[in-house]
């Protein structure tokens, strides 16, 4: 997708952070977006981390059984773990990797990051392999930072 095009999500966001006083309804709204604008987007949640746990928050997709992840485990676990973009291109190659629909076939989870504390992440499935790139990084760390600091307005 064009560079513009993802500036463009980012700027939609944006607004829709600054506009959206409640912090769930914001956060089902992001989760809209990205998923609505990015057609190779399967699965979109949110998870904010609550003591050593990943707890599972607004979602577009099938629902998931991973409502609850330890930071011990899944690819989720390690992003949060290492406080890094993990993308991974082959879910089925991957021995972190904890099943949510048999159809995915890669993933990219974002940190949501308040300086160096974890507050979240972003966790995109595709049914396509290798669907993710440095755009959507890019793309993905610049709404988990206005996320964070909508969560940091509000916490
Ligand atoms: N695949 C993730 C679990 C979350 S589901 O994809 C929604 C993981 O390996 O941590």
Redesign the pocket.
């Known amino acids: 997708m064009k560079t513009e095009m993802l500036q463009t999500v980012v700027a939609n966001v944006e607004d829709t952070l600054t506009s959206e006083p409640d912090l769930s309804r914001a956060m089902e709204r992001v989760v809209a977006i990205l998923k609505r604008e990015m057609p190779s987007y399967t699965?979109v949640?949110i998870?904010l981390l609550e003591g050593d746990e990943?707890v599972?928050g607004p979602?577009l997709?099938k629902p998931?059984?991973?409502t609850r992840?330890p930071l011990a485990?899944?690819?989720?676990?390690?992003?949060a773990t290492g406080k890094q973009t993990i993308i991974?291109d082959d879910?089925n190659a991957?021995p972190?990797?904890?099943?949510?629909?048999l159809e995915?076939r890669s993933?990219i989870?974002v940190p949501i990051m308040s300086g160096s504390r974890v507050l979240g992440e972003i966790?995109v499935?595709s049914d396509r392999p290798a669907a993710f790139h440095a755009e959507d990084k890019t793309m993905l760390e610049a709404v988990a930072s206005l996320l964070a600091t909508k969560l940091e307005r509000t916490q």
């Open positions: 699965w949640g998870y990943l599972l979602f997709g998931s059984p991973h992840i485990r899944g690819i989720c676990g390690a992003a991974v879910v991957d972190r990797y904890l099943a949510c629909s995915t993933e989870v966790d499935d």
